[in-house]
């Protein structure tokens, strides 16, 4: 069975569009979105439909949360605030029910989803290094044995033992059975790695692998329509440069 994860889209249409053109080329049985469809970018209505139509299952993100009233954002920098009440502003009483009923997290199988880390998803705590994995090694017993989350738009994975954790690379081949790994899919709306492509991962549970995928979109038309909605320029600028 092949799973696409995506997450962190942030509104941004274009890159969602490619990055489904780039799934329907490789064949998935299963599309998993992680969360944060809204905030910086400046169209989160159509990016709510596009998700509701070809996601399988949708997890709450951190923004998401913010837009419903769920998560207090006063302590987010003043642009990120005026994004999320933009936001709040145009996205439709439908879209907004169906977000404000997303769960935290989601499993399939022993295979597990959340936007941060997942044993406490409510709390969106971040795992991006080392040290924030080493947190988890104390939860091994809890931990499905495969976990995809969101939130850092970076991708990241990780294997624990009972007492351990290791950074790993991607694509990773093979899992052990007495291990538990945890992978950061990266952001198709807004990747942080230096690399402006959308991201998103597939697990092959055939073939036991987890490869990543970057996809060419549409960047000057999502930066020229986040200046033309009136968000802040910097936004825009972020997403040429991929950070
Ligand atoms: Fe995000």
Redesign the pocket.
Known sequence: MKIAIIS?I?ANLQALEAVFKQIEKRGVDMIACLG?LVGYGSQPNEVIELIRKNADFVVM?N?DASVVGKLDYSYHYEAAKNALDWTKKIITEDNYNWLNQLPHSRKFKDIGFSHGSPITPEQFDYVYTIDHAFSLVDEYEKLPHINFI??S?LIKGYSFSKIMVDEISLPRRGFRAQSKYLFSVG?VGQPRDGNPLAAFLIYDSDNEEVIMERVLYDITEAADRIVKAGLSPNFAKRLSLGI
Do not use: V
Request: no cysteine; aromatic share 0%.
């Open positions: 962190d942030h944060d993100g923004h969101g939130h738009h952001s």
